[in-house]
Structure formats: C-alpha cells, structure tokens
C-alpha cells in the first residue's frame, strides 16, 4: 500500500503543480499536452481527483519510522 500511496502523491503534486500554473500564468499544462477538453486530458483530470482521495488516508495513517 505503501507504494500506491507514493504513487498517489506524485500524481497528485504534478495536479498541484498544474493548479499553480493556472493561477499564475493562466496556463493548463494539461490542456497544452492533452488538448482542451479531450478524453484523454479528462482521463488525467480523474486520476487526479482519484489519488487526492486516496491521499487522504495519509492523514489518518500512522508512519512508524523506527
């Protein structure tokens, strides 16, 4: 699960990333690749959202590092 989790985050900084784009420059990085509203950039949009929610149980697991 751990690895899912990375995964998750990492999918999910790059959504971040992309939102800060937007907000400073107006530039969707993801449409700029993908194209604008395309399936395949609604696809990433999902799996976006997806991992923010698995994310959450980041908040609520306990990490041991002993």
């Known amino acids: 699960?751990?690895?899912l989790q990375?995964?998750?985050?990492v999918v999910t900084i790059v959504g971040a990333l992309n939102w800060?784009?937007?907000g400073l420059f107006n530039f969707n990085l993801v449409e700029a690749i993908f194209g604008e509203l395309t399936?395949?950039?609604q696809i990433i949009y999902i799996l976006v959202g997806i991992t923010g929610l698995i994310?959450?149980?980041i908040l609520f697991?306990?990490?041991d590092y002993d």
Do not use: R, Y
């Open 39 to 41: 399936v395949m950039s």
């Open 6 to 9: 990375k995964i998750c985050l």
């Open 55 to 57: 994310n959450i149980g």
């Open 61 to 63: 697991k306990h990490l």
């Open 20 to 22: 800060g784009l937007i």
């Open 1 to 3: 699960m751990e690895t």
